[in-house]
């Protein structure tokens, strides 16, 4: 929503409402596809309001990023809490919200690894960094809870298939890529705790 010039909206107040303009714009349209006049136009401030808050441009970016990231990360871990105590229903959760997030309008991918597609510099690509970061730490303890001999390792998996199914999704008209992918996080989930149970692997035994 706009700020209006000269409004009596408190500085935490402008700052917030500037980030919700801002990402909107910087997610349909990249890093490149817009400019700081732009900006301040779209958010009703003035150029000195914004470099006040943010300092410039590559400032912005970085506070529009870090929010999203942190609202994201928030985002996926309730909806793995709220599937209750099981790491499957947890698993299965999380790739359900992200077939949710597909099916919207706008949907445009990760806003944050596309920011640092465009950029492989600070701050994009040290923000993208943490972001899957805070995504590997999720499925990792996921991984972790349902007893799999190398949660790391399928942590890492399963990131993969994360991430491949948001690109999926944002580039190829086939439906379906979210469920696609929670089936296989499930199975390999469901194959990682068998092999720590000795129940497969290996050849079978007559």
């Known amino acids: 929503m706009p700020v209006p010039r000269g409004s ?10 500037v980030l919700r303009t801002a990402e909107g714009i910087l997610y349909s349209r990249g890093l490149d596809g817009v400019g700081i006049a732009e900006l301040c136009a ?23 990023l870090e929010a999203r ?40 991918g990760c806003a944050i ?28 303890t996921i991984a972790a809870r349902a007893g799999a001999a190398d949660p790391a390792a399928l942590g890492r998996q399963l990131l993969l298939l994360l991430e ?13 890529a979210a469920d696609d992918a929670r089936d296989a996080a499930l199975a390999l989930l469901n194959h990682a705790t068998r092999r720590r149970d000795g129940h497969s692997g290996g050849g079978r035994r007559g």
């Not at 009596?8 to 409402?17: G, K, Y």
């Not at 779209?42 to 529009?64: C, M, N, P, Q």
């Not at 491949?164 to 379906?176: Q, R």
């Open 8 to 17: 009596s909206l408190d500085p935490d107040r402008t700052r917030a409402a």
């Open 42 to 64: 779209e958010a009703g401030i003035s150029k000195e309001t914004l470099y006040r808050h943010f300092g410039s441009k590559d400032g912005l970016v970085r506070a529009v």
């Open 69 to 108: 990231s942190d609202r994201v990360t928030r985002w996926l871990a309730r909806a793995a809490a709220d599937a209750g105590d099981e790491p499957a229903a947890q698993l299965a959760a999380v790739f359900d919200a992200l077939g949710g997030w597909f099916n919207e309008p706008g949907f445009r």
């Open 113 to 140: 690894v596309n920011a640092a597609t465009q950029h492989h510099t600070t701050p994009a690509s040290t923000i993208a960094t943490r972001h899957l970061g805070r995504h590997l730490e999720l499925l990792t």
């Open 164 to 176: 491949g199914a948001i690109v999926v999704a944002d580039h190829h008209d086939g439906p379906g």
